[in-house]
């Protein structure tokens, strides 16, 4: 070895710069620029050299540059002849033996040959990778010469000259770049691929052949495109890197499969061999059929692009969903797989059975060929028609869209309702399965195969007239549509509720078969109409709709061109002695009952009080007035809701609440007239003579059936209280209330007025108090109440808009009890402070007379005497402050308390509408009679004493129990 000495730069033939004194210039020579430098040098290459070897090392630069076009020959046997670490080589370099190899001991360093490079034998390009840049060894001069490049170690190698060699490229490992195919040198030349890969920076075409022994890659570059229509075969794998798009476009028979990892691979059935593992997007664009076999697997996408056919046939597991934009996509429910969007055409061929479970998408069209049965479970809007031209096609209407040409045979199977809104033509089979109904609202007359109703139900409303159906059993034909000749072994229900279904041919009934018929009381009726011979047997089932049915009703049922036999049965599901009359070309239908009622509701789903009124009016089919008859008939043709409704107004239970409303003014009174002469001023008097004006707001939300409702109420007491002896005080006082109620929803208001007188007995001490008063009412009520319902456009029948008025009294009896004590607290804790306990009791009794109500016509009431009880206890504690301003002392406080409320009656109210015969003598619903619970909250200002005159002014809250009541009072007293 021969190595540089000096530290200056110098020309290759000065010997004083070479160790030794005699340049590198000989066979067997191997020259070294090295470490003695300590900045970057250039060696000017002044003569042409043929040695064996040259090796750079080192961290700093060298150049080798080139005097009057001087070359460098390497013409070793065998090993490195170019060994580089830092350096450009600029010169002319012939390789007749050895590798060239690039070595990393500065991750910055690179290699660079820029100048000629001839190749006369097979080269080993051995590149490091030095990690930090790319690339790691560049070559932009052009490389000639009848030899070829290896490509080894896991560096980046850039070729980017006008490239002729001739040897072809091998590829060992690491990385080629290039940006045109003339950087892999003459276009015969091929590539062979045993590890490596090729970096397509740029968008080009190649024609060369390739061999893949191992793997191969081939990276291509974001928006490029590589289009590579050499062969490629071998045994090795194709693997596709990087996010630009790589066409392969020859004929390719390599076995080791193809791995999609980013980007795209797009090519033919002839081009992308054997397995494919898809990460990323795969492309078939081809002009002709052909046949892809291998198996896709991966979560990447399929394309099909190109006017041909493509026959997938292999097992594939595929997630990321096909796309077809032009041509034939033909495949099995196997090799098909996740979402299609189907913009030209989509075939499903194959011998055995399978089921499609993604969703098809699109404007293309689906074809079912070949012997096997393809089931679609997805909820496909695909609307380019299907064609079923082999085998079985089954789905449901939510997977079947659209027009559907029927070569062989259609299933419709699903558990769910659904409607069919396409064509279906063909001579083909369809059948119903599944317990589910399918609906047709399509033209489908020029479908003529056989129907065939396996399960569930089948509703025609639209056109299947050339189509023969078959009822089985368990099963139901229905709809307003036509159909082709009918036999029925299971149901036939004509309409949608009520309607006609026309059979174009003859109907046939069998023993197993029935005709389901639906009738209502305005005459109309289910009607099945054959332009054939109507065969009867087997049953009618009969199902009056909600209304008022009438004696000698008639119903036609059936029409043909001529009735043979007759049905072995008449099922009814009402007591109302139908019998059937047989003409020649129709059966009638007729009802030989005086009178019955069809409720919207089951009697049994009623409860309560609209249980209690809907026995009193339906349950005897009573013999209505012909007043009564408009009203019953509006309220037997609401909705189930509605009429439930509407059946809770023709019952008084409403009126409970002038019951509980009386209870609270009845209450308010007796207390107004039942507490201490003033104790708190003015108490050196013995007689005293009271005014107290008073009034409430009682808002009841009522639950249960019962209609909300508010009153108010206003009134006064006046009495005088006279002191017998000591504690003891004889009270007498008279008082008067007007309330105003007023029910929600419309449903009527009412007035009481009430008169009052109420003796009582008291025992008051400075600190005690206890009293006892007896109550008497008369009570004064007039009431509306408004019954209404909805106009039934459907059948022309009115409203009901009645309002029932009454007017009627009751005697009212209340003993009251109330007591409390003064408690003064310590004036260490509040001067002048009391705390105030007290407690009431009242026992109500309200005997209301029997009353007959006007102005409702047909449903007015005629209401039973009632007797109402009521016990309320109330405590409350009051928290009490004396002041002192003058000669005046008054006397503000506040108070919370707790009452309870029961009602020791029932709330029942008889009664029965006045002069109608209905079921019964009377009907008994129950009002609001409920024990409650309330919690007060009040405050007042007490008993200012100017000239023996006394004066109070008070409100208080009632809340709890889904009511609430505001009271507010005003009193004077005059102690004498």
């Known amino acids: 070895m021969i190595s540089w000495q000096s530290d200056v730069n110098g020309s290759w033939s000065d010997g004083t710069k070479w160790v030794g004194g005699i340049y590198p210039q000989a066979a067997g020579d191997t020259a070294e620029l090295g470490t003695v430098a300590l900045s970057s040098k250039v060696v000017n290459l002044d003569l042409n050299i043929s040695i064996d070897s040259l090796v750079i090392t080192g961290a700093e630069k060298w150049t080798v540059d080139s005097l009057n076009g001087s070359a460098l020959t390497f013409s070793g046997a065998s090993g490195t002849a170019l060994n580089l670490e830092n350096a450009t080589i600029s010169v002319p370099v012939t390789i007749n033996g050895g590798d060239i190899k690039f070595s990393v001991t500065n991750p910055a360093t690179t290699a660079v040959m820029n100048d000629s490079l001839l190749l006369n034998t097979n080269t080993v390009f051995d590149i490091a990778d030095q990690a930090a840049q790319l690339p790691d060894m560049t070559v932009s001069g052009v490389i000639s010469g009848t030899g070829g490049v290896i490509k080894s170690n896991n560096g980046t190698l850039y070729f980017s000259g006008l490239n002729t060699y001739s040897g072809g490229t091998t590829f060992l490992g690491g990385t080629i770049l290039i940006l045109a195919d003339s950087d892999l040198g003459n276009s015969a030349g091929p590539l062979t691929f045993n590890g490596g890969t090729l970096f397509v920076a740029a968008s080009i075409s190649s024609l060369r052949q390739t061999t893949l022994n191992g793997p191969g890659t081939i990276e291509t570059y974001t928006n490029t495109t590589y289009t590579f229509n050499g062969n490629i075969l071998g045994n090795g794998s194709l693997i596709k890197t990087g996010t630009g798009t790589l066409i392969l476009g020859g004929t390719n028979s390599y076995l080791g499969g193809t791995t999609v990892s980013d980007g795209i691979l797009q090519g033919t059935t002839d081009s992308m061999q054997g397995d494919i593992v898809n990460s990323a997007s795969v492309i078939f664009d081809q002009a002709g059929p052909g046949s892809y076999g291998g198996n896709m697997s991966g979560n990447g996408t399929l394309t099909k692009n190109g006017l041909g056919t493509v026959i997938l046939s292999g097992s594939n597991s595929y997630t990321g969903g096909t796309t077809i934009n032009s041509g034939v996509l033909q495949g099995t429910t196997a090799s098909l797989q996740g979402d299609i969007v189907n913009s030209a055409s989509v075939v499903f061929d194959q011998t055995g059975n399978g089921t499609y479970a993604g969703i098809l998408s699109g404007t293309g069209s689906l074809t079912k060929s070949n012997t096997g049965t393809v089931i679609l479970s997805g909820a496909n809007t695909y609307t380019g028609g299907t064609t079923v031209s082999g085998g079985t096609l089954q789905g449901t209407t939510s997977s079947l869209p659209g027009d559907i040409s029927n070569g062989t045979s259609v299933i419709f199977d699903q558990t769910a309702s659904g409607t069919y809104t396409g064509v279906l033509s063909g001579v083909g089979s369809l059948s119903k399965k599944g317990s589910g109904e399918v609906t047709f609202t399509g033209n489908s007359a020029g479908f003529t195969g056989a129907t065939t109703i396996e399960e569930g139900s089948f509703i025609v409303n639209g056109t299947m007239s050339s189509s023969p159906f078959t009822v089985n059993i368990a099963t139901l034909l229905g709809g307003t549509g036509s159909v082709g000749t009918t036999v029925n072994n299971g149901t036939v229900s004509p309409g949608n509720s009520i309607g006609t279904i026309n059979i174009v041919g003859d109907y046939t009934q069998n023993a197993d078969g029935s005709l389901l018929v639906e009738?209502?009381?305005?005459?109309?009726?289910?009607?099945?109409?054959?332009?054939?011979?109507?065969?009867?047997?087997?049953?009618?089932?009969?199902?009056?709709?909600?209304?008022?049915?009438?004696?000698?009703?008639?119903?036609?049922?059936?029409?043909?061109?001529?009735?043979?036999?007759?049905?072995?049965?008449?099922?009814?599901?009402?007591?109302?002695?139908?019998?059937?009359?047989?003409?020649?070309?129709?059966?009638?239908?007729?009802?030989?009952?005086?009178?019955?009622?069809?409720?919207?509701?089951?009697?049994?789903?009623?409860?309560?009080?609209?249980?209690?009124?809907?026995?009193?009016?339906?349950?005897?089919?009573?013999?209505?007035?012909?007043?009564?008859?408009?009203?019953?008939?509006?309220?037997?043709?609401?909705?189930?809701?509605?009429?439930?409704?509407?059946?809770?107004?023709?019952?008084?239970?409403?009126?409970?609440?002038?019951?509980?409303?009386?209870?609270?003014?009845?209450?308010?009174?007796s207390h107004s007239m039942n507490q201490a002469k003033d104790w708190n001023a003015c108490d050196t008097q013995d007689s005293t003579l009271w005014l107290e004006p008073l009034g409430y707001y009682y808002k009841d939300n009522e639950k249960g059936g019962l209609t909300p409702y508010n009153a108010k109420s206003f009134g006064f007491t006046t009495g005088y209280k006279k002191r017998l002896w000591d504690h003891f005080l004889l009270s007498g006082g008279i008082g008067y209330s007007h309330t105003c109620l007023n029910w929600y929803e419309n449903r009527g208001d009412a007035t009481v007025q009430s008169l009052y007188f109420s003796p009582g007995i008291a025992y008051q001490s400075r600190d005690a108090y206890a009293g006892l008063i007896l109550q008497g009412s008369r009570s004064f009520y007039s009431a509306d109440r408004k019954i209404h319902s909805k106009v039934i456009t459907a059948c022309y029948i009115p409203c009901i808009d009645e309002t029932a008025h009454n007017h009627h009294k009751s005697w009212d009896i209340l003993a009251g009890f109330q007591g409390g004590y003064r408690f003064k607290t310590s004036d260490h804790f509040l001067t002048n402070f009391y705390i105030v306990p007290s407690f009431h009791l009242d026992y109500l009794n309200i005997f209301e007379e029997g009353y007959r109500e006007t102005g409702?016509?047909?449903?007015?009431?005629?209401?039973?005497?009632?007797?109402?009880?009521?016990?309320?206890?109330?405590?409350?504690?009051?928290?009490?402050?004396?002041?002192?301003?003058?000669?005046f002392r008054s006397f503000p406080n506040i108070y919370v308390g707790y009452l309870k409320n029961f009602a020791l009656s029932r709330g029942h109210f008889s009664s029965h509408f006045y002069k109608q015969s209905l079921c019964g003598n009377h009907f008994t619903v129950k009002g609001s009679h409920q024990n409650t619970s309330q919690l007060i909250l009040g405050t007042e200002l007490e008993s200012v004493c100017f000239h023996n005159i006394s004066l109070k002014i008070g409100y208080e809250a009632n809340i709890g129990d889904h009511y609430n009541i505001q009271k507010g009072h005003l009193k004077g007293e005059w102690n004498f």
């Open 519 to 669: 009738i209502d009381d305005m005459g109309h009726s289910d009607l099945l109409i054959a332009t054939g011979t109507a065969n009867l047997d087997g049953s009618v089932v009969v199902t009056p709709l909600s209304g008022l049915y009438m004696d000698g009703m008639m119903y036609t049922i059936l029409q043909a061109n001529s009735v043979n036999g007759a049905f072995a049965q008449l099922i009814e599901s009402h007591p109302a002695d139908f019998y059937l009359t047989y003409f020649a070309q129709s059966v009638v239908l007729n009802i030989g009952k005086e009178q019955f009622a069809i409720l919207p509701v089951s009697s049994s789903s009623l409860k309560g009080n609209a249980k209690a009124i809907g026995n009193y009016l339906f349950t005897c089919d009573p013999n209505y007035s012909p007043a009564l008859i408009p009203i019953i008939d509006n309220l037997l043709h609401q909705k189930p809701d509605e009429f439930r409704q509407t059946l809770l107004q023709f019952g008084p239970q409403d009126f409970g609440a002038l019951e509980k409303t009386q209870m609270q003014t009845a209450t308010i009174i």
């Open 856 to 887: 409702a016509g047909p449903i007015n009431l005629s209401v039973k005497n009632k007797h109402s009880a009521f016990l309320r206890s109330e405590f409350l504690v009051r928290f009490m402050k004396e002041l002192n301003i003058g000669p």
